[in-house]
């Protein structure tokens, strides 16, 4: 079952990963990274809601294992998808949370290219078809078919998301 799901949808996916790949070449990808390495940008390289704590004495983040040098924004980026397909890709939250960190650090068109870009390769669906065909197949979880389905479904949740805020259409 989850092989079949997983073929039906392969080509589809893969225009998303070209477009991504499309919308990176013809960005100035390099030039922010390199910005960004001058400055000694850094990201916590898991930062979601499982990795916030709220104490009496504010917000803190925890678990620093894949903590590294990148571009800040991809904190953003991981955050955003995880809360977004959580919350089935509404528009008002997105709007929210990307207005909410501009206020503080506004975004440059840079960083809300690369933001685009990370959000329309379809990273949920890889990273499951990934963990499926690396896995031993003696015993096959209903989980993973359940997962990829959800993927494949938020991607046309996505697609009007990224049609809305970021003005990208597949």
């Not at 390495?37 to 803190?60: D, K, L």
């Not at 998808?81 to 997105?94: A, H, I, N, P, T």
């Not at 840079?110 to 197949?137: D, G, H």
Request: proline share 1%; hydrophobic share 40%.
């Amino acid at each position: 079952e989850f092989e079949f799901a997983f073929l039906q949808q392969f080509e589809l996916m893969y225009q998303w990963a070209e477009a991504a790949v499309c919308e990176l070449e013809q960005s100035d990808y390099e030039q922010l990274y390199q910005e960004e390495m001058n400055r000694s940008g850094m990201t916590h390289g898991e930062y979601n809601y499982h990795n916030i704590i709220m104490t009496r004495e504010g917000i803190a983040t925890m678990n620093f294992e894949k903590f590294h040098r990148d571009i800040q924004v991809e904190d953003l980026y991981y955050f955003l998808r995880k809360v977004m397909e959580k919350s089935g890709w509404k528009l008002r939250l997105g709007d929210g949370m990307l207005n909410a960190y501009s206020a503080i650090h506004p975004l440059t068109r840079s960083e809300t290219e690369y933001l685009k870009i990370r959000l329309i390769y379809p990273e949920k669906f890889w990273k499951i078809a990934n963990s499926y065909y690396c896995m031993n197949k003696a015993w096959i979880s209903v989980k993973n078919t359940e997962k990829l389905k959800t993927a494949i479904k938020q991607t046309e949740e996505k697609k009007m998301f990224l049609k809305e805020l970021f003005g990208f259409e597949l």
